[in-house]
């Protein structure tokens, strides 16, 4: 059984950086083409894919967050980080991680979100 | 920028059929962009349906179908249940690593 839990803040001021740490269990990040991805959703609105990284640690980032994010992994830990630099009220969402098989079966399976909230 | 786009919303009476489109803005939707389609309800995670365009998760209703068709992923729900009535994205893959969400397409069943 695959199973995902995000961790983090849930609450960080503007300007400063938001760290989240994603810790699965079911699959091994060495195994070919497998990756995790952290998917954002702000209120009432879609989707937004972050970033994902792959076994191979090849990354991804979407390309308007591009320079504000970093992703990485910790294959002995089970672990997965998003640093998002940089912190704006608009990034205020429920940011989720997902667990990508190959490049035919994205994000089967989703952890239950962490709600992140930029104020002042 | 990659778009993905689907209908903003629909609505579908109980026991009905509805489909549910997803075009991308750098053309013709193929097999090669994998489409996965995820369902959303309320305060819920996402949770995946169809992966690689026409292949249901082993949890997947039969009602749910995937398909290409016209240029766009098509996802096609066959004997509505007022259950369905959530909010339904698509995700494409357009290499590199790269993969775009849809708008979502919000299901009213009425």
């Known amino acids: 059984q695959i199973t995902l839990k995000e961790s983090g803040p849930t609450l960080v001021k503007p300007t400063e950086t938001l760290t989240l740490t994603c810790t699965f269990s079911g699959f091994s990040l060495r195994s070919t083409g497998v990756g995790v991805g952290w998917i954002r959703q702000s209120p009432g609105k879609a989707l937004e894919c972050l970033a994902v990284?792959?076994?191979?640690?090849?990354?991804y980032y979407s390309p308007s967050l591009k320079t504000r994010l970093t992703i990485t992994k910790d294959t002995s830990k089970n672990q997965v980080v998003l640093t998002m630099t940089n912190v704006d009220p608009v990034d205020t969402a429920t940011y989720y991680c997902?667990?990508?098989?190959?490049?035919?079966?994205?994000?089967?399976?989703w952890g239950q979100g962490t709600l992140v909230t930029v104020s002042s | 920028q990659t778009l993905v786009t689907q209908e903003p919303s629909l609505t579908v009476s109980p026991g009905g059929t509805v489909t549910l489109t997803c075009a991308s803005s750098?053309?013709?939707?193929?097999?090669?962009?994998?489409p996965n389609w995820f369902q959303q309800r309320p305060g819920q995670a996402p949770r995946a349906l169809i992966y690689s365009a026409s292949n249901r998760h082993s949890w997947t209703p039969a009602r749910f179908s995937g398909s290409l068709l016209g240029g766009k992923a098509v996802l096609t729900l066959s004997g509505v249940q007022p259950e369905d009535e959530a909010e339904y994205y698509c995700l494409l893959y357009f290499g590199s690593g790269q993969v775009v969400f849809g708008g979502g397409t919000k299901l009213t069943v009425l």
């Open positions: 990284i792959y076994w191979d640690d090849d990354k």
């Open positions: 750098t053309g013709a939707v193929t097999s090669t962009n994998y």
């Open positions: 997902a667990h990508r098989l190959n490049y035919r079966t994205h994000f089967a399976s």
